[in-house]
């Protein structure tokens, strides 16, 4: 399974933008990059997901490198809702099903 | 519809019980999944369903059973479970093809605590 790495934890200001990196240097050429979210007491939230282009969406953006070995997730204004962990993982496609393979994820707290 | 529901959202269950989790979903997903998490760590995943075959076991021990019994509900058996086994146990779903809308669907969990 491909692996993700992502910083145990980060902290931003309500109100701000928050940056959110992954690195996946194994990912291979078929591989979609999926961000999702969980809140406390609360099953994962999908959040974005994308190949090799910029991706936007209501809830956030998804910057990915030109070489595609790392990703950001972009939250463009925190609130504190948002505070959750957030996990970038390696979507995989087997039997007709995905295959998510989460990593340790990044813990958000946002500060009010 | 956009929701995946589980019951019961607590369980409490000795070594000897058995005792079943359901999962249901109306989003006509044929794609579906068990999860398990421990305590501050991600979830694992156990079990995926496409269209109500078993496509993906994860090595997971017999005491856990799976069963699909149609498209919308997904069920999962429990025996002589350990003490181990006590966790936050996910389902979810996702329409089958990759071109389509391909968001995994989580449930809330039930949380199974094994005495």
């Known amino acids: 399974d491909a692996k993700t790495t992502q910083p145990n934890s980060m902290e931003s200001n309500e109100e701000e933008p928050v940056h959110l990196p992954c690195n996946h240097s194994t990912i291979s050429g078929t591989d979609y990059i999926h961000w999702y979210r969980q809140l406390p007491s609360q099953g994962p939230e999908y959040v974005i997901h994308g190949l090799t282009s910029n991706v936007n969406n209501r809830m956030a953006s998804l910057a990915i490198a030109e070489d595609r070995k790392s990703s950001t997730l972009i939250l463009h204004r925190a609130t504190l809702r948002d505070a959750a962990v957030y996990y970038c993982?390696?979507?995989?496609?087997?039997?007709?099903?995905?295959?998510?393979?989460f990593g340790q994820g990044t813990r958000l707290t946002i500060n009010p | 519809d956009t929701e995946v529901t589980q019951t019961p959202k607590h369980l409490v269950m000795g070594m000897t019980n058995k005792k079943s989790l359901k999962c249901e979903q109306h989003m006509g997903h044929r794609a579906m999944y068990w999860y398990k998490q421990k305590a501050k760590k991600p979830p694992e995943l156990m079990f995926v369903y496409s269209y109500e075959k078993l496509s993906i076991n994860e090595s997971v021990p017999s005491r856990f059973s799976p069963e699909c019994p149609n498209s919308s509900l997904l069920n999962l058996h429990l025996h002589a479970l350990q003490p181990e086994d006590s966790a936050l146990y996910l389902c979810?779903?996702?329409?089958?093809?990759?071109?389509?809308?391909?968001?995994?669907?989580f449930g809330p969990g039930t949380r199974l605590t094994v005495l």
């Open positions: 979810a779903s996702s329409r089958r093809r990759e071109t389509l809308s391909n968001e995994q669907f």
């Open positions: 993982i390696l979507r995989d496609i087997i039997q007709g099903a995905q295959k998510l393979v």
